[in-house]
């Protein structure tokens, strides 16, 4: 049986395939620390398992759902747009629940995109970008963020990929904070970015899940005035409320993009079990004093990921945002050959002599290929114990 021609260029995840790599080296007894992969090891907050331990009880919470998510819910996610974003969302025509963000992306590329579309996506970026416009049957047209542009993108460059472009650009994915250079946005580059997209007939995809982490600035590109004419933004409980495995996501955009992405959606799933979105709308009324005392915690362990950089042949901005740090590898660092770069062979030397792994930054485009990321999500007993394992093979640089 052969796999239906989408799947053509489409490979495992990269992460599926290191984890499982991991997992053969510690049962040859070599208990890696995994530094790599962005899923926060704190719980929730006490009240929000509460509430789903006493919703999950009741006998009327385990029926299907609305397509459309709960009134709760959404009331709860306009809300918490408004506190924390000053942005003013209709609860009941411009927000949609998603089971995960991940998934939204999915949803909106087969939405709107088909064959003969081109779509810009970020280089470096999030690779579910590049598959899921693969699935849809368009195809990805990566435009730069570099350092020298402080990883913003460059319209010029912009507007000569749309007008060499065999396909018709339809749309831009764009992602701040971003992942994984963890620069965050501003406002000015956003107005920058609806007006170039109003310009040229495009849809703005704003992926904002990083908003809290590490982040005095938290913002969300529905601040510019007329974004919703052309911006959809999908947010995330997973990394700001330490809610990764429950799945919890949203959609914000105007009422039309809302009823069009629902029509691929109702087709997908059948609405998100009742408990968890309450639960989640208890985490969304979670006071600033939660999330400074986890920040407080990010940031010990951020100090500790300077430390071990230090140790490394990198260099990096200790402004960056987000539960990540980014990485230069050093260009005359002793590295061999490797085809992600100078990241993937320091990432190499690492997992393989010090039983530390940490992520090439090249499995996110071809401009991290001489970066590494490491993940702020491990604990500060395991951030020690890594620097005092690469302390041992700092001679291999």
Known sequence: ME????????????????????????KLGKNIINLGIGSPDLPPHPSVIDVLQQESSKLNTHAYQSYKGSNIFREAIA?????KYKVALDATTQILPLIGSKEGIMHICMTYFEQGDGILIPNPGYPTYTSAVLLSGATPVY?????????????????????????????????YPHMPTGTNGNVQMFEQLIAFAKNHDLLVIHDNPYSFILNDNPISILQVEGALDVA???NSLSKSHNMAGWRVGMLCANEERINEVLRF?????SGMFLPVQLAAAQALQL????????NEAYSQRRDLVFELLNLLPCTYSKDQVGMFVWASVNQDAKLTNHQL????ALSDVVLYN????????????????????????????????????????????
């Not at 006071?287 to 986890?294: A, G, R, V």
């Not at 071809?366 to 990321?373: F, V």
């Open 232 to 234: 959809l933004e999908l």
């Open 341 to 344: 770069g100078k990241g993937g």
């Open 143 to 175: 435009y730069n963020l570099t350092s020298e542009h402080n990883y913003y993108p460059n319209f010029s460059e912009l507007e000569q990929l749309i007008a060499s472009s065999k396909h018709k650009i339809k749309a831009i994915f764009c992602n």
């Open 79 to 83: 809300s918490w747009y408004l506190k």
């Open 265 to 269: 959606k109702s087709n997908m799933d």
């Open 3 to 26: 796999t239906a021609s989408r799947l053509n260029g489409i490979g495992e995840y990269y992460f599926s395939q290191k984890l499982r790599e991991i997992e053969g080296l510690n």
């Open 287 to 294: 006071s600033d004093e939660w999330h400074t005392s986890l």
């Open 354 to 397: 010090a039983n530390v792994f940490i992520t090439p930054g090249g499995i996110f485009g071809s401009n991290g290929n001489n970066y590494i990321r490491i993940s702020l999500c491990s604990k500060k007993e395991q951030l020690s114990n890594s620097i005092e394992a690469i302390k041992k093979i700092q001679h291999l640089f």
